[in-house]
């Protein structure tokens, strides 16, 4: 069993065949789906779906890119989520400094705002980081957010960094990143980082292992990311599968 716990089966590029892609999924043995909202349409997307089908999960946050966009109101509509039955984390949210829509002032008070509010509705968060990493550090240490925890999502930093993540009660998950022959940190990460502290996701429709990179991505290739993590630990597929699965359980808190 595979536990995608990152994709975008709410974005536009599913419209056509996200039942096939659904299917292919389940074939593959992916099991369960987190599927993440980071603004209004994604997140009520991500909703339905979770309401849809009883594999899929639902991750509500506000995407550091759009920070400049985030009202009171946003923030209100997602704490009433949080109480949802199949929501089962807050985010992606985070620090984005490759696109410059939103300043950075903006994106750090946003980024608080959401770790303020997974503590107080007892969420674990998943965080988005793109040349980010020290701010973000210093922003999950400043405000406690070891008390929730949750998930670097997509993870491409060091093997330092991962080891200051774990010891704030994140996991480390990777992707198709990890796949790829040029990927250096994200294989030492894999290498270095024992199996209790990793996940496994696509980012679907983004990011796509190696050997469809360049090709639209989808759930039922997180096995390529398994792949890719059992090879560099020289270690069994069916392990991983069930570590990462069972590490989703538990940061996710779902008991079936
Ligand atoms: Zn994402």
Same mark, same amino acid.
């Given at each position: 069993?595979l536990?995608?716990?990152h994709? /975008?089966?709410?974005?536009? #590029?599913?419209?056509?065949? @996200? #039942?096939?892609?659904?299917?292919?999924?389940?074939?593959?043995?992916?099991? /369960?789906?987190?599927?993440?909202?980071?603004?209004?349409?994604?997140?009520?997307?991500?909703?339905?779906?979770?309401?849809?089908?009883?594999?899929?999960?639902? &991750?509500?946050g506000?995407?550091?890119?759009?920070?400049?966009?985030?009202?009171? *109101? *946003?923030?209100?509509?997602?704490? #009433? @989520?949080?109480?949802?039955?199949?929501?089962?984390?807050?985010?992606?949210?985070?620090?984005?400094?490759?696109? *410059?829509?939103?300043?950075?002032?903006?994106?750090?008070?946003?980024? $608080?705002?959401q770790?303020?509010?997974?503590?107080?509705v007892? @969420?674990?968060?998943?965080? /988005?980081? $793109?040349? &980010?990493?020290?701010?973000?550090?210093?922003?999950?240490?400043?405000?406690?957010?070891?008390?929730?925890?949750?998930?670097?999502?997509?993870?491409?930093?060091?093997?330092?960094?991962?080891?200051?993540?774990?010891?704030? +009660?994140?996991?480390?998950?990777?992707?198709?990143?990890?796949?790829?022959?040029? &990927?250096?940190?994200?294989?030492?990460?894999?290498?270095?980082?024992?199996?209790?502290? =990793? =996940?496994?996701?696509?980012?679907?429709?983004?990011?796509?292992? /190696?050997?469809?990179?360049g090709? $639209?991505?989808?759930?039922?290739?997180?096995?390529?990311?398994?792949? &890719?993590?059992?090879?560099?630990?020289?270690?069994?597929?069916?392990?991983?599968? #069930?570590?990462?699965?069972? +590490?989703?359980?538990?940061?996710?808190?779902?008991?079936?």
């Open positions: 069993m536990f995608d716990t994709a /975008h089966l709410n974005a536009m #590029q599913y419209n056509d065949d @996200l #039942q096939e892609v659904i299917d292919r999924a389940l074939e593959e043995g992916v099991s /369960h789906i987190v599927v993440v909202g980071f603004d209004r349409p994604t997140i009520s997307r991500a909703i339905e779906l979770a309401e849809q089908y009883p594999f899929i999960y639902a &991750a509500v506000w995407h550091p890119v759009d920070a400049i966009d985030m009202t009171e *109101d *946003d923030l209100q509509m997602i704490e #009433q @989520l949080a109480g949802h039955p199949k929501v089962v984390a807050l985010g992606e949210m985070g620090l984005d400094y490759y696109w *410059d829509k939103s300043p950075k002032d903006v994106q750090k008070e946003v980024f $608080r705002k770790i303020a509010l997974a503590k107080k007892k @969420l674990p968060i998943i965080i /988005h980081n $793109r040349e &980010a990493t020290a701010d973000i550090i210093e922003i999950l240490k400043e405000e406690n957010a070891a008390e929730v925890g949750g998930i670097m999502h997509c993870f491409t930093g060091s093997v330092e960094v991962a080891k200051q993540c774990i010891d704030m +009660n994140f996991y480390i998950s990777f992707g198709g990143p990890v796949t790829f022959k040029n &990927a250096k940190k994200p294989k030492e990460v894999a290498k270095e980082i024992p199996l209790e502290h =990793l =996940l496994i996701e696509t980012d679907c429709p983004y990011l796509t292992p /190696h050997p469809f990179r090709k $639209r991505n989808e759930p039922s290739y997180v096995k390529y990311v398994a792949e &890719a993590i059992a090879e560099l630990k020289g270690i069994s597929f069916e392990e991983v599968a #069930q570590k990462t699965f069972d +590490n989703a359980k538990k940061v996710f808190g779902i008991t079936r």
